[in-house]
C-alpha cells in the first residue's frame, strides 16, 4: 500500500489543479469524499493564493470594461432573481445589443445589498477557465465556473441544494457557510431544489453538518444534493464556485442502450397488455430480460467513444489566437514549433483506406496513411518542429493549426 503525501509534494511537481483545491492527496479524494462528504481544505494547507486566479480587481474590470452581456451576469436579491432589464442596456453607438450590462446599475444594486453572479467565468477570465480546464481533465467530469459578489451582510440565495458537485474558493472577504444533510441524495440535473422546497427549507432548520466561516483562499468541497447557505460578514465578498457536472451511472445506461440502436429495445408491447392488470409485471420481466441479454452484447469502446465525444462538447479547449495562427498556418516553415492544444478533447480511429480519423467535439478529420507518423508524433503533447517530422509535414501542420488542433510556439505565434 502506498502511504498518502501532501498534495503537491510528490517529487517536487507542480501542483495539480485539485491540489490547488483540496488539502488532501488525489487518491484519498477519490476514494473517500468525491461524492460522498463535504471537505473543508484551509488555505495554510493549499499550496497557491487566491490571488493569481481571481480577485476583487479583476470584479470590477470584468463588470466595467468588458462589455458583458447576459446570462453571463446575473443579480439575485433576498434570494429572488433581479429582473436583467435592471441591469442591462444598450452597448451605445456602433454597439446596437441590448443587453450589455451597465455598470452604474449594478453599483446602485450592490449598494442596496444584491449579489452579483458573474456566470460562464470560465470563459471570461483566462486564469480560471485555465484551473478550470485543468480541474475537469484530472476528475473527468465538465467543469464551469460562477463568481458570486455579495455586499456586506448580506445573503444572495436562500436554502438550496445543487445538481453538480462544487468546490468553493474563497477569493475576497470573509463568509459564512452552513451545509445541512442532502433532502435526496445525489440529485440528478432534473431534480432541482425547487421541487423539494418544504424538505430543503425543514432540513436547513435542523442541526449543521458544517457552520464554518471561509477566509480567503480557503476551499470547500460540496456533494452534488448538500443542502447549504451562505452570508457575508462584514466586507463585500467574493467566492468562486467551480461546477463539477458529473456523468453519472444513468448516463451510462443511456448511452448502452443508444449504441444498441436498433439491436433492441424497438418492440412494442403486446397488444391489449394493460400495466395496472395481473400481467403487467410478467411482461416487463420479458423486456427486461431481452434488454439485459442485448447489454451483455453491447460495442463497449463505441459506448466509451461516445461517452468520450460527449464530454468533449461540454469542455471547451484551451483558447487560441485566431488573428496569429492563421497568420502561422498561411507560412508554416520547417523552423515552425507547435504543439497539441491542451485539453482538445480528441481522439483516433482507424479508417477503411488505411489511414485514420482524429475525431473532434464537432467535426472528423481524415489523415492519410502516410501522414499518420507525424500525426502521432504532433499528438504526443510535446512541442515539435517542423523540421523533425517525418515525410513533408508541412501541410498537415498547417491544415491542424487551421482545424485548432495544433497551436504554435515561439516566434511562430502565440506560446
Known sequence: MTADV???AVGGASPTALDRLCSLPARRFADQVWSRQAWLSRAADLPDPVGGVFSLHAVDELLSRRGLRTPFVRVAKDGRVVPPARFTGSGGAGATVADQVRDDALLALLADGSTVVLQGLHRTWPPVGSLAADLAAELGHSVQVNAYVTPPQSQGFAAHYDTHDVFVLQVHGRKRWVVHAPVLPDALPDEPWEQRRSLVQARAEESPLIDVVLEPG???????????AASALGGTTVHLTFGVHPTTERDVARTL????GSQAGRASLPAGWDPAGP????VLAAVRDRLVHSLQQ?????????LHDARSARQRPEPVAPVAQASTAAAVRPTTVVRLRRHLGHRVEPDTAGGEVLVLADRRLAVAPDELAALRRLL????CRVSDLRGDAAELVARLLREGVLVPVGTDGPA
Do not use: K, M, Q, S
Open 218 to 228: 480557503d476551499c470547500l468541497y460540496l456533494p452534488r444534493g448538500f443542502v447549504h
Open 380 to 383: 504526443g503533447g510535446g512541442p
Open 279 to 282: 400481467g403487467a409485471t410478467g
Open 257 to 260: 442502450l443508444d449504441v444498441l
Open 6 to 8: 501532501p498534495a503537491g
Open 298 to 306: 453491447v460495442d463497449l469502446v463505441a459506448a466509451a467513444h461516445a
